[in-house]
Structure formats: C-alpha cells, structure tokens
C-alpha cells in the first residue's frame, strides 16, 4: 500500500526553525518528483518546493526563497523540507506529495500521491 506520512510540524516563534519530514512506504522514490504544498484557511493549496526526480531541478515559491530548502534521500526513501527564517504567514497545513518521472514543477495536477498534512503555526 503506498503512503505518505509528514512529521515534523508544529508551533514555532517568527524567525524560528522547522524540519519536516515525509517517509514514503509502499514504493520507492527514485523515478519520482517530489514536492511540498501548503494551504492554509480560506486559502488555496499552493505548492511551496518542488524537486525532479533526478534532483537536478528545484522549484521555490517566492514566497519561500532563501529560506526553505527541498531535500530527498532515495537510500530512505524520504523528503524533507527544511523551513528557516519562519514568519506567521508560512502558517499552514504542509503536504508532502509524489509526481511521476517527467518534471512539471509544482503543478499539483501532477502529483498523484499525497500525505495526510502537518500543522506548522509561526506565531509569537
């Protein structure tokens, strides 16, 4: 059975630090694009980072350039996102989700497998 499951979310002051997690199970990364999305309330989904399957091609929302950065370990076969710098508006539910072989940035449409979501809350 293939999942996604994030960890790593949670309550953080601005400029603090997070590092989320993502292990995949029931298949095996390489060959996939990866990518992280968050929507928060009233809002909607928005992809955040977004990496190709061979890790050659990176995609950063404006938003979160400079202080996120999209990892992947195909030896675990997990992906992580490591989010510096926070600030009350990266207040979200985070999404780790898995694409196909062909690179599509972080087009959602685009990914078919997703997790359940983490909370990060930037709030002082």
């Known amino acids: 059975q293939v999942q996604l499951v994030e960890s790593g979310g949670g309550l953080v002051q601005p400029g603090g630090s997070l590092r989320l997690s993502c292990a995949a199970s029931?298949?095996?990364?390489?060959?996939?694009?990866i990518g992280w999305f968050r929507q928060a309330p009233g809002k909607e989904r928005e992809g955040v980072a977004c990496m190709s399957s061979g890790g050659a091609l990176t995609y950063y929302a404006d938003s979160v350039k400079g202080r996120f950065a999209i990892s992947r370990d195909n030896a675990k076969n997990t992906v992580s996102l490591q989010m510096n710098g926070l600030k009350p508006e990266d207040t979200a539910v985070y999404y780790c989700?898995?694409?196909?072989?062909?690179?599509?940035?972080?087009?959602?449409?685009?990914?078919?497998?997703w997790g359940q979501g983490t909370q990060v809350t930037v709030s002082s």
């Open positions: 989700a898995i694409g196909g072989l062909t690179w599509y940035g972080c087009a959602s449409r685009r990914y078919d497998r």
């Open positions: 029931g298949f095996t990364l390489p060959g996939h694009a």
